[in-house]
């Protein structure tokens, strides 16, 4: 990659963060596209980057990093750059930069992980996936959950949702998800038996841990605060609702829990905006166990993925698809916004 690729890269994801609602992280995208430079070690580290970029979400690795030193009251300089204030474009460029060289080895340490929000209002864009698979299954189902961050999106059920003309879940949650919906409405009416409830992460995050409670929240746009509301009050949840999460790699999580299965219940394998992170390798081992465990599949011992990805990286919207086994056949059920802000059922 050049470096005027690397640039090119964050004004995309300027772009990105504006048609998502954030002007502010577009703004900052943006500055740090202008600023960058090698006489940083987050500079050098950010226009050496080795692999691809946006595939590497690596401006919002930067732009976490910024925001985890702001929420943790580390640098009240760079917090004066932050909303509500309004800074000259003059001035928030030289003091950001200031702000990088303030703090160069902990951004650097920033860029090596990748962004992890566990994005709660994704829930909302998933659940007619999983009831749509709830009502093909028919049995129990053991729920599992890949890259699933902090794992809070498994207590799903635990969350009310709102579509307009038809609600559904815990009318008193304190987890409340609105989203917009653009044309049919989705179908609820599915019974959903939940026995057992897993999910996994590479770099799982540890939501009772006061400093990985503050990275999972420095991923969350800063001009955002229902994101921010809406991830504490989850959290609210985690405390009272049990749910297990391992550290391991994807595809041998998926490789366990396929071999684990019990008879009369369906496992229900679920993922949202985390399939690009992984490798190659990973997604083709993870794709051939599901197929392999699919083709031996009988009515006692069904599988379901529902995944909300986008179909290629440069998509402006996710797709909900849902695979049911036996079968394996992929239905695409709806477009989604990746913040879950909006749902058309197709």
Not at 111 to 119: C, G, I, K
Not at 128 to 143: K, Q, S
Not at 190 to 196: G, T, Y
Not at 284 to 313: K, N, Q, S, W
Request: with cysteine; aromatic share 6%.
């Amino acid at each position: 990659m050049t470096n005027n690729d690397i640039r090119a890269a964050f004004e995309r994801q300027a772009a990105g963060c504006s048609a998502l609602g954030s002007p502010f992280t577009a703004r900052l995208c943006r500055a740090l596209a202008a600023i960058l430079d090698r006489s940083s070690v987050t500079g050098l580290a950010v226009l050496e980057w080795d692999g691809d970029p946006r595939a590497d979400a690596l401006a919002l690795r930067l732009c976490g990093g910024l925001h985890a030193l702001v929420l943790a009251g580390e640098d009240d300089v760079l917090a004066g750059l932050y909303p509500p204030a309004q800074v000259a474009e003059s001035t928030f460029r030289a003091e950001l930069d200031a702000a990088i060289r303030r703090n160069d080895e902990a951004l650097v340490r920033a860029l090596d992980s990748a962004p992890q929000t566990n994005e709660i209002a994704r829930a909302g864009m998933i659940l007619p996936g999983l009831l749509a698979a709830a009502r093909e299954l028919d049995r129990p189902v053991a729920l599992i959950e890949i890259g699933a961050s902090a794992g809070l999106n498994l207590l799903f059920d635990r969350f009310h949702y709102d579509y307009g003309a038809a609600r559904w879940g815990e009318p008193t949650s304190p987890v409340r998800l609105v989203p917009e919906v653009r044309g049919e409405v989705p179908r609820l009416d599915a019974a959903l038996e939940i026995v057992a409830r897993t999910g996994n992460d590479i770099r799982p995050i540890d939501w009772r841990d006061p400093l990985q409670r503050l990275r999972l929240r420095s991923y969350l746009w800063p001009d955002q605060q229902a994101r921010l509301q809406r991830l504490d009050a989850a959290i609210g949840l985690a405390e009272t609702a049990p749910f297990s999460m391992e550290r391991a790699d994807a595809a041998d999580f998926v490789r366990r829990q396929l071999a684990a299965r019990e008879p009369g219940t369906a496992l229900m394998l679920f993922h949202t905006i985390m399939w690009q992170y992984l490798p190659v390798a990973t997604k083709t081992t993870i794709e051939a166990a599901l197929a392999a465990a699919g083709a031996e599949a009988g009515p006692d011992t069904p599988i379901a993925r529902v995944a909300m990805e986008p179909i290629e990286t440069s998509d402006p919207h996710a797709t909900l698809s849902l695979t049911v086994w036996p079968g394996g056949e992929t239905r695409h059920l709806a477009h989604c916004d990746y913040h879950g802000r909006w749902i058309e059922w197709l």
